[in-house]
Every structure is written in structure tokens, then in C-alpha cells.
């Protein structure tokens, strides 16, 4: 069992900059494929980022290249996504996951574990 709890997100102006990041417990977290996903009201959860159990291979959406870097810290059983220029479409709650491998990830499915989410709002 692995229990996925993210931190860091918040309220940021546009052009900002936020890092949310994401524990994981138990001790088999380079196991793991991780990626990020987000909810905006009223939308679908939608894919962001994903890095191999390795951290050497990475995917984006679209509409995050040059902004969003994923990385991760297998010694502390940590992802991050480092937000740059942050526009008020960003604004979603934001949510790590856990799963098998990056293109599954990036399809949404193959998620063994989702986290509770953090809220991140960019103001224009």
C-alpha cells in the first residue's frame, strides 16, 4: 500500500511561480511510474506530467511544455512539479498518482494510487 499526500500548492499571481510536491509512503516508491494530474471546476481530470521510476524520461502536456518540469527524489520518496509563468488557466486542484508506466500515466489509466489533491489558484 501506498499512500500519496501532496503539499505546496496555493495562490499565486500570474507570471508566478508555485512547487507543489508529493510524499509518498511505504518503501516502494521507485517502484512507481508518477505523474501529476489537475481538476479545474466544472472540467475533467486531466493529464499534466509523468517521469519514469528512474527520473530520465519525462512527458508533458501540450499545454505545460516550458512552463512544468516533473521531477522526483527517490531517496525521499518525493515528487515535485515545478510551476513556472503560471496563467489563471492553471487554476485546478492538483493531484500526484502512482502508476505502472508513462504512457499509461499520460492515458489516465494503470493508476495504482491517486493523492487527496492541492489546490492551486493563479490570480490575473
Known amino acids: 500500500q501506498v499512500q500519496l499526500v501532496e503539499s505546496g500548492g496555493g495562490l499565486v499571481q500570474a507570471g508566478g511561480s508555485l512547487r507543489p510536491s508529493c510524499a509518498a509512503s511505504?518503501?516502494?516508491?521507485?517502484?512507481?511510474?508518477m505523474g501529476w494530474f489537475r481538476q479545474a471546476p466544472g472540467e475533467e481530470r486531466e493529464f499534466v506530467a509523468a517521469i519514469s521510476r528512474s527520473g530520465g524520461s519525462t512527458s508533458y502536456t501540450d499545454s505545460v511544455k516550458g512552463r512544468f518540469t516533473i521531477s522526483r527524489d527517490n531517496a525521499k520518496n518525493t515528487v515535485y512539479l515545478q510551476m513556472n509563468s503560471l496563467k489563471p488557466e492553471d487554476t485546478a486542484v492538483y493531484y500526484c498518482?502512482?502508476?505502472?508506466?508513462?504512457?499509461?500515466?499520460?492515458?489516465?489509466?494503470?493508476?495504482?494510487?491517486w493523492g487527496q489533491g492541492t489546490q492551486v489558484t493563479v490570480s490575473s
Open positions: 498518482a502512482a502508476g505502472v508506466s508513462v504512457a499509461h500515466v499520460r492515458e489516465g489509466y494503470g493508476i495504482d494510487y
Open positions: 511505504g518503501r516502494t516508491f521507485s517502484s512507481y511510474v
